[in-house]
């Protein structure tokens, strides 16, 4: 995704180009900022080329990758873009981050045509965390902008669980002190640039806002609102899935990540009985809309919608297993090649030709699921074991009377703790639907044999006002839920509003 090019000319008579570029998916930010034909790239993604793209367009020349910490969610291309157009990398002191070029330490400055940028030191994210203050005037009155990396997000600020979860108390008063006396004496002007946006899996609760400045932040984010201890005390208590391929990216970034590897276009189209023999020695993902998957599918394939596939597909997937996608129509290979390949998943050996509907129409084999609405599933509450398979929190902030919980990256290893039967309906919920078709799909590969996707989740559950219950599972509800699966000792009813 492009946003909107900012183009301006500054005091003493400067130009300046600016450009941020959304990885759809994984909701990270790239930013390009040039002046007098020179620029620098912030944070970039393993596929330059769309960066490279845009330098030959402006016609800059490419002295600097940027880099404001290291990433958990996605392959880095710092390494390979700087090699690729003969730039340096930079980045703080921390020994983290030895691989770069260039290493500046606290209010050190780096110059780039007419435009100055300072580093700021930002750790409680990540103890290298850097912040980059830009500065259009030469005197450096007031700063235009700060590369904020994921210290500072629009109405949140990164996670302080992540690189020492038992120093999580540290961490937050770490990341307090930073941004307080470090950022916010930007002044209210000053635009914010951080390096995720709404819907990243690095933290929940991003604001949905494209462009933010540091004067609205002050008035609106936590970090800025709340006292220091009870900033810290929110920290503490936050409970956020770590997903597992987390690990593997900041291995591979601490070397400033790896050169893509994957040539979408060397990948082979396979007919239908090819496809299914071939993909016999792997795994298939089927990319489908939940609603699509249900009506009619491989056997044994994982239902991972392409907005997801970046990030459950590096959840789900492990590094070395062979790929073979089943891609609906108005998805692009090239894109669904990249998703797997910015988290490290280069072994896509296959893509059925002419999708499922080929597969369909060659009479080989065909699995279906079910489906429900949220209005079906409360009526016949009874007959069903109810499985959310969302985030704990939001399990806990509200869900259905009696349903058991599993986050969904995790459901295949707590199976047996669930106490859910195979041969009983299960209804999956999530939010929307999605996740709750890939934990369909895990179900399915285990046995199950009557699962059933409640489309529209939580959220048209509550848009119809049916009842939730907050909070985490009660035993109550556990021994509910077990008399609804047809013992004798009494009849189940639809859950009454708490």
Known sequence: MLFPVMATTFSGGGAMYFQAIKTAGLAQITYILGSEGEALVVDPRRDVDVYLDVLRRQELRLRYVLQTHRQEDFVEGTSALARLAGA?????????????????????????????????????????????????????????????????????????????????????????????????????????????????????????????????????????????????????QERLHRPSYFSRMEEVNIRGGVPLSADSSAIPFLEPKRFQWE?????????????????????????????????????????????????????????????????????????????????RNAGLPIESSGTLTPEALFSQWEGFQVLDVRERSEFERGHILS??????????????????????????????????????????????????????GMSAWRRLELPVRTGPPSEVEFEQATRSMGTEEQDASPPSPS
């Open 88 to 236: 340096q990398v930079v980045a703080g002191r921390h020994p983290i981050t030895g691989h770069a070029d260039v290493r500046m330490g606290e209010r050190e400055r780096l110059h780039l045509g007419a435009l100055t940028l300072v580093a700021l030191h930002t750790p409680g994210h990540t103890p290298e965390s850097m912040s980059w203050a830009v500065y259009l005037d030469p005197h450096h009155a007031q700063a235009w902008g700060v590369f904020t990396g994921d210290a500072l997000l629009a109405g949140e600020t990164g996670r302080t669980d992540l690189a020492a979860p038992e120093r999580v108390y540290e961490n937050a008063a770490l990341l307090f002190d930073s941004l307080h006396q470090k950022v916010l004496p930007l002044g209210d002007q000053t635009l914010v640039f951080p390096a995720h946006g709404a819907g990243s899996v690095c933290r929940s609760g991003i604001a949905d806002r494209e462009l933010t400045t540091l004067g609205f932040e002050r008035l609106h984010n936590p970090v800025f609102t709340s006292s220091r201890s009870d900033f810290i005390q929110r920290k503490v």
């Open 403 to 456: 349903a058991r919980h599993a986050y969904v990256t995790e459901l295949e290893e707590c199976l047996s703790e669930l106490g859910l039967r195979e041969d009983h309906p299960v209804a999956v919920v999530c939010s929307t639907g999605h996740r709750s078709g890939l934990a369909t799909s895990i179900l399915l590969r285990n046995g199950f044999q009557q699962v059933s996707n409640v489309l529209g």
């Open 279 to 359: 993909s016999h020695s792997g795994l298939v993902l089927d990319v489908r809309e939940p609603e699509s998957f249900a009506g009619g599918h491989i056997p044994g394939s994982l239902n991972v919608w392409m907005q997801g596939l970046s990030v459950f597909g590096g959840q789900m997937v492990q590094p070395g297993t062979p790929l073979f996608l089943v891609l609906p129509a108005h998805v692009d290979s090239k894109e669904a090649v990249l998703a797997l390949a910015r988290v490290g998943l280069d072994q896509v050996e296959g893509i059925l030709t002419g999708g499922f509907g080929a597969w």
